[in-house]
C-alpha cells in the first residue's frame, strides 16, 4: 500500500511556466525525497528535505516540508518541455526502515513546448 | 562512476516458471533494494540487503527472494510466476552507512511480462 497521496495526479502546463506538486503522507518520516522518472524507466533522485528542514533549492526546484500536515510540496520554475516526466515523492520512516522508501503515486507532468 | 545496472533489460517468461534478476550497485554501494512498479499498486517496496544481509523485507509473498554477494550485486528471484507479477523491477542502491533514509539511485529497471 502506498504512504501517501500526491495531487494532482496529472499537470498540463506550458513551458516557461511553474509546476507545483503535492505530496501528503499519513505516519512520522525521517526524510522526504522526491524522484523523477521518464517513460517507465529508471527513476532520477531530485531532492531529498529532512524532517527537521522547512524548504530546500536545488536549481529550478524548490521543495517545503510541513511535518504537522504531514505534506510536502515540490515547485518546478519557469518548466522546460525535458520536464515531461511522473514524479514521486517518497518517504523513509525512522526506526529499523532499512533501505525502504514508501512511494506517492505519482503525478504525471506533461510540459507543452 | 558508473550508475546501477540491471539485467537484463527485458524478460518474457510462462506461468509456472521462475526468474532471477541481477542488480550491480554503484561502485563502493553496500545497500541495495528492490521494488516492483504496477500501473495498479504503483511502486512497492520489496526488501533491502545490505552486507550480504536482508535487512528488511517488503509485504511480500514467500515466491519473492533475493541474496547479495560480497561484491555487493545483487539478485531477486521470483518462483512459480503468476500473470500478477508482470512489472517493472527496479533495484537502487545507496551509499550503505547503513544508516535508514539515505538517498537511493537506481538502475533503469527489468521489465517483466509473464504470459
Known amino acids: 500500500s502506498q504512504q501517501g497521496e500526491e495531487d494532482p495526479q496529472a499537470l498540463s502546463i506550458q513551458e516557461g511556466e511553474n509546476a507545483t506538486m503535492n505530496c501528503s503522507y499519513k505516519t512520522s518520516i525521517n526524510n522526504l525525497q522526491w524522484y523523477r522518472q521518464n517513460s517507465g524507466r529508471g527513476l532520477v533522485h531530485l531532492i531529498l528535505?529532512?524532517?527537521?528542514?522547512r524548504e530546500k533549492h536545488s536549481g529550478r526546484l524548490r521543495v517545503t516540508l510541513d511535518t504537522s500536515k504531514k505534506s510536502s510540496s515540490l515547485l518546478i520554475t519557469a518548466s522546460r518541455a525535458a520536464d515531461t516526466a511522473s514524479y514521486f515523492c517518497a518517504t523513509s520512516a525512522g526506526g529499523t526502515s532499512y533501505g525502504k522508501l514508501t512511494f506517492g503515486q505519482g503525478t504525471i507532468l506533461t510540459v507543452h513546448p | 562512476k558508473a550508475g546501477v545496472t540491471q539485467t537484463p533489460r527485458y524478460l518474457i517468461k510462462t506461468r509456472g516458471q521462475q526468474v532471477t534478476l541481477s542488480c550491480s550497485p554503484i561502485?563502493?554501494?553496500?545497500?541495495v533494494s528492490w521494488y516492483q512498479q504496477t500501473p495498479g499498486q504503483g511502486l512497492q517496496f520489496l526488501f533491502e540487503?545490505?552486507?550480504?544481509?536482508?535487512?528488511n523485507k517488503g509485504n511480500f509473498p514467500g515466491r519473492f527472494s533475493g541474496r547479495q554477494f560480497s561484491n555487493s550485486r545483487s539478485e531477486m528471484n521470483v518462483s512459480t510466476l503468476e500473470l500478477g507479477d508482470s512489472a517493472l523491477y527496479l533495484c537502487a542502491s545507496s551509499s550503505g552507512t547503513g544508516a535508514v533514509g539515505e538517498t537511493q539511485y537506481f538502475g533503469p529497471g527489468t521489465r517483466l511480462l509473464v504470459l
Open positions: 528535505i529532512r524532517s527537521n528542514e
Open positions: 540487503y545490505f552486507s550480504e544481509t536482508q535487512r
Open positions: 561502485s563502493g554501494h553496500r545497500s
